[in-house]
């Protein structure tokens, strides 16, 4: 069985990912309670916006004048999502249940694009937001709070912003959503702007041109997929996929789509049309294959207990990207997706869950502080020394979901 990291909890406001190696892995994660910063305006002042810069660019050996301007583009609709967390159990019809924790933030398509940004990539952002206090509170969080480019973005006249509920518990989520489909001019243009990679959500049945455009201009696109409710789980439904550089599927999508019994086993009948396949694997990490070089990785999971899995797949992908567009060996991009992933269920809040360098760096100096530790596992991400910068340029922490929507500039 490979060595894996095992999680505990340390102090408010570092990292609560400190690791302990053990082939038993047993979590804690922060009291929902205790997890809100009490400092958190969506109104940012100029020393606000500095300290949400990225601390570290993963990209900036490669950076050469005519790049593209963008490291990667995306689109999709964002939501408002509303997290109720440190629930006993699931609600039960006819009664009252009180949390001991919520928070509210961009959610959607905003999960995937906060967690790029966060990790230093350029990040531009094509989406509709509704023409009420949600949605400008949604393009302060994600333009201000956390330097996306929105440019590409529009505002829908008299259209409501779609809201999301999910409750977390027992390690899982239930999640009530309610909205209506933008204008079919929204949110996206026609022509994306030049990026060097594109996230796309693949919908079974459906092309969408701008996929084939972006690839035809160079981009390279990494593409994820949600649940057949048709039941057809055919891969020629998904027209798009032979644009794509990479799919990164669960185990069930994966072995559904490709009518095989082993996660494993799928991803590599999955390189018969895609280059590059990533299948997540749940508590047990996730298997990549890459067709063009023969190379396959497996990393297993850091185990957490989790406070909200919210988004956690979204910064697993965005994880991978920023490792693949950096050029690194399969297995470190495998592994540092893990970890970003198993950083962000220890917050709640969807997109704000994310983390970024400062706190990888907290994870990784806290995990070589502690005794005992297996010298396998750290060798596993012993990658990150290279990668960490010795200081950052913002104060700790990142912002976090809060119960509101924002509190008013102090007067």
Request: charged residues 20%; aromatic residues 8%; glycine residues 10%.
């Amino acid at each position: 069985m490979p060595d894996r990291v095992r999680e505990r909890t340390v102090p408010a406001f570092t990292v609560s990912a400190a690791a302990q190696v053990s082939e038993a892995p047993v979590a804690s994660a922060r009291e929902a309670a205790d997890a809100t910063p009490p400092d958190v305006s969506f109104a940012s002042a100029p020393a606000e916006r500095a300290r949400r810069r990225p601390p570290a660019d993963p990209l900036a050996a490669l950076r050469a004048p005519d790049d593209p301007p963008w490291d990667v583009y995306l689109t999709g609709p964002v939501f408002l999502d509303i997290v109720f967390t440190g629930l006993d159990s699931a609600p039960v019809r006819g009664t009252e249940s009180w949390a001991r924790g919520m928070g509210s933030s961009p959610g959607g398509v905003a999960n995937m694009a906060t967690a790029l940004a966060r990790l230093g990539l350029r990040t531009s952002l094509a989406a509709a937001f509704g023409d009420d206090h949600y949605g400008d509170y949604c393009r302060d969080a994600l333009a201000r709070g956390e330097g996306i480019d929105l440019t590409p973005s529009r505002t829908v006249p008299g259209w409501h912003s779609p809201v999301t509920v999910s409750m977390a518990y027992e390690g899982e989520r239930t999640m009530v959503s309610h909205g209506h489909e933008a204008p079919p001019e929204e949110p996206g243009p026609r022509y994306p702007p030049r990026a060097r990679a594109a996230v796309a959500s693949l919908t079974p049945g459906a092309r969408d041109p701008w996929i084939a455009r972006a690839a035809a201009a160079g981009t390279r696109v990494f593409a994820d997929v949600g649940w057949d409710d048709t039941g057809a789980w055919d891969l020629t439904g998904l027209p798009d996929l032979a644009h794509c550089e990479a799919f990164l599927p669960n185990a069930e999508e994966a072995m559904r789509y490709t009518g095989t019994d082993c996660p494993r086993a799928a991803a590599h009948a999955l390189t018969g049309h895609v280059p590059l396949a990533v299948v997540t694997l749940g508590a047990d990490g996730a298997y990549a294959v890459d067709r063009r070089t023969g190379e396959t990785a497996e990393v297993p999971a850091i185990e957490v207990e989790a406070l909200d899995p919210t988004g956690a797949g979204d910064v697993f992908v965005a994880g991978f990207v920023t490792g693949t567009l950096a050029g690194w060996p399969l297995a470190d991009r495998l592994a540092f997706a893990g970890l970003t992933a198993a950083l962000s269920v220890q917050e709640f809040g969807g997109s704000l869950s994310a983390p970024g360098w400062s706190e990888v760096a907290a994870w990784w100096r806290e995990v070589r502080s502690l005794t005992g530790q297996e010298p396998a596992a750290l060798r596993r991400y012993a990658f990150l020394a290279d990668l960490l910068p010795d200081e950052t340029d913002r104060p700790w922490p990142l912002r976090r979901a809060v119960p509101t929507i924002g509190f008013r500039e102090p007067q």
